[in-house]
């Protein structure tokens, strides 16, 4: 069984601060890791994908791969109101994506 | 919305009845996708396609079945509908659909089964 494992929140973040959002899997082989953003009510939304180790940078957000720990993360710079939704994390396992259960951030103002 | 359709938006119906939710994409993509999404589960995939009459069981196959004639249109069925198939049901497109296979959704369909 191919798992992707999330905390569930709800992650609660002052407006302006960093949220760090983390996800691990559990085939060491998969290449492909993909954040998505899903408001509630709405179809998720892909917002970040990283197929190397390390930092990936766009904008205010940052994905994070460590294959050798098999996590990945994604840190949401300078947090604001409109961030609030639940972030789905996604790992490709031979051609399809699993996905964990979400993480639901609040960014309070 | 990466120019995929799903059809009804919102269909309340009862068990036992057959039920068809439709994907329409006007991209020619050749992977196509259908999702379950519930609390505490995340997206589970159903079924997916990978061109014309190619189709392959996912996650949660069992009481759907699907079909593709056309490379816009992907068919999802419940031929019996029961009570735990109440859900919001997700299409996806691939332009890969190889293991960098990033996926973009449709709007959802919800579906409420009495």
């Known amino acids: 069984q191919k798992e992707v494992e999330q905390n569930s929140g709800p992650l609660s973040v002052p407006e302006g601060a960093i949220a760090s959002l983390n996800c691990t899997y559990s085939d060491r082989g998969s290449q492909s890791f993909f954040w998505y953003r899903q408001y509630s009510g709405k179809s998720p939304e892909l917002i970040m994908f990283?197929?190397?180790?390390g930092d990936k940078e766009d904008g205010r957000f940052t994905a994070q791969l460590n294959k050798a720990s098999q996590y990945v993360s994604l840190l949401i710079r300078d947090s604001q109101p409109s961030d609030s939704a639940t972030y789905l994390c996604a790992v490709v396992y031979g051609n399809k994506l699993v996905f964990g259960a979400g993480t639901i951030l609040r960014v309070k103002s | 919305d990466a120019g995929i359709t799903q059809s009804p938006r919102h269909k309340v119906t009862e068990t036992g009845t057959p039920v068809t939710l439709r994907c329409h994409q006007t991209e020619n993509h050749r992977y196509m996708y259908w999702y379950r999404q519930d609390p505490g589960h995340g997206l589970r995939l159903i079924h997916y396609?990978?061109?014309?009459?190619?189709?392959d069981k996912g996650e949660v196959s069992d009481g759907y079945s699907v079909s593709r004639s056309k490379t816009e249109d992907f068919l999802l069925t419940l031929e019996s509908a029961t009570s735990s198939q109440t859900s919001v049901y997700f299409c996806a497109i691939s332009p890969r659909g190889d293991s960098y296979n990033e996926q973009f959704f449709g709007p959802g369909t919800r579906l409420t089964v009495l």
């Open positions: 396609s990978y061109g014309v009459k190619d189709t």
């Open positions: 990283i197929y190397s180790n």
